[in-house]
């Protein structure tokens, strides 16, 4: 059945990176075959894989930024983040870790790298070596049988096995949760998941990632009603992203007049996500909510929210004069380089939903490898959540008669504009998408 492999590290360089290494090269490439071999039998399903993250998570231009401008040569400055010159690698292109392929090749060069998460490291797996998996604690076994979920399935080109693992959010974990080499959890989303009320209703991972309708896995398989879907829709989706977060706007007047105090409740419901949004790479990820006044002559001002007064509540308000990200300068070894804006191009006095990260001066950072601390808040909306924001604002002078409107959007990002631009990603890696809005209309009286 083809030499078996654990694959764990407590974290990227609890352990010494000399030991990580070990894990590797245990395998040749010829033992994996390349996933477009998959598509005579299973097209339909290979046609979903191609458009996922999954076969995006080694080729993605933020995950290339990351790794070959800020992880690989940061862990060749610091023994402390060492292994991450390879720790990476284990989830992002497990292929290339498998076969000692450390550092990979750029995307650019089309090395076997490029596959990312392919079909075979997937339906090779067969468990892991922890009760709650984090750091790419999965057990691999490569040869001739394939792993899913079916216990009737049989294929003319592969030997069938079931795996109850596969099945489990578990599986998910093995990448989906991690621990820095500082002993920061900087992903948690199957943590997330477990201390929420999805799970303890059953409702898993793959239920709301990988839907299920009528078909064939395979053309020469049976018709079934529960086909899983591979196109792993989160946070890089749009439609997924749509609607994900309900939002309702109270105000406490309906007739005001220039001088009036407009008190303003908007209130946010995360009906929709079984885990905090945002997740996974909280540290770089942003969900901001803006809220406007539009007079009747269009004139738009820009409503600031009320402080709570929780402790770390200052990195959860976009201030435009806040800089951070310094520790990128350092890594890149630039001059002069003072840092970029916090919140990037986030509206003044917007409420931002974040878990913030902070490296080992202090200082706070998107290198999730390079985190020591992300406990100073988290003002992130869990699974069936409700946030309610105040606004209060006096209605100044000059404003229009006639109807206000006011709207709040609710936006997100993958990575905040100021470090898109910087490291010069495509604009949409970090423009904003829109997640949901909320109106309503006041009257603005003589």
């Known amino acids: 059945m083809g030499k078996k492999l654990s694959i764990f590290v407590v974290a990227l360089t609890l352990i010494a990176a000399t030991s990580m290494a070990a ?33 995006k998570s080694f080729t993605h231009a933020w995950d290339q930024a990351e790794y070959y401008k800020l992880a690989l040569p940061h862990s060749e400055q610091l023994d402390k983040v060492a292994g991450v010159k390879a720790g990476c690698i ?3 292109s497990p292929l ?26 997937c339906h090779y797996i067969t468990g892991s070596t922890e009760k709650e998996p984090f750091n790419f604690s999965f057990v691999i076994e490569p040869g001739r049988t394939k792993y899913g979920n079916r216990k009737d399935a049989k294929s003319p080109a592969h030997k069938t096995a079931y795996s ?16 820095s080499p500082y002993g920061a959890w900087v992903k948690s989303t199957y943590r997330e998941w477990k201390a929420g009320p999805y799970a303890k209703e059953g409702t898993r991972c793959q239920d709301c990632h990988m839907h299920y309708s009528e078909g064939k896995s395979a053309s020469m398989g049976k018709k079934r009603d529960d086909i899983a879907h591979h196109v792993f ?46 997740s996974g790479s909280s540290e770089e990820r942003m969900l901001w909510l803006e809220v406007w006044a539009i007079d009747a002559n269009g004139k738009s001002y820009l409503l600031k929210v009320d402080k709570k007064g929780f402790p770390g509540e200052e990195y959860t308000i976009s201030d435009p004069n806040a800089i951070e990200y310094q520790a990128m300068g350092e890594i890149m070894k630039l001059k002069d380089y003072k840092g970029l804006k916090r919140d990037g191009d986030v509206p003044a006095g917007s409420r931002i939903f974040r878990k913030p990260f902070f490296d080992p001066k202090g200082r706070m950072t998107i290198c999730q490898w ?15 959540e409700t946030k309610i924001e105040t606004y209060t604002w006096r209605i100044p002078e000059g404003v229009a008669k006639g109807e206000l409107t006011i709207k709040a959007n609710l936006l997100y990002s993958q990575v905040p504009s100021s470090v898109g631009k910087f490291l010069g990603l495509p604009e949409d890696e970090y423009a904003p998408i829109l997640v949901n809005s909320g109106t309503m209309v006041v009257k603005i009286e003589d």
């Open 233 to 278: 829709h989160g946070s890089h989706s749009k439609t997924k992203l749509k609607g994900a977060v309900d939002i309702a706007l109270y105000a406490n007047k309906e007739e005001l007049r220039p001088g009036d105090k407009l008190k303003l409740k908007a209130v946010l419901f995360n009906g929709k996500v079984g885990h905090m949004i945002p």
């Open 90 to 92: 284990g989830c992002h």
């Open 23 to 55: 894990e590797m090269g245990k395998f040749k490439e010829t033992q994996f075959k390349k996933p477009s071999s998959c598509s005579g039998c299973h097209k339909e399903i290979y046609k979903e894989w191609q458009e996922s993250m999954m076969a």
């Open 370 to 384: 390079y985190t020591k601390d992300n406990t100073k808040v988290d003002y992130r909306i869990g699974p069936r």
């Open 164 to 179: 109850q693992f596969m099945r489990t959010p578990e599986f998910c974990a093995t990448c989906h949760d991690e621990q």
């Open 96 to 121: 290339a870790f498998l076969t000692g392929d450390i550092p990979p090749k750029p995307a650019d060069e089309n090395s076997r790298a490029n596959e990312g998460v392919s079909c075979e490291i």
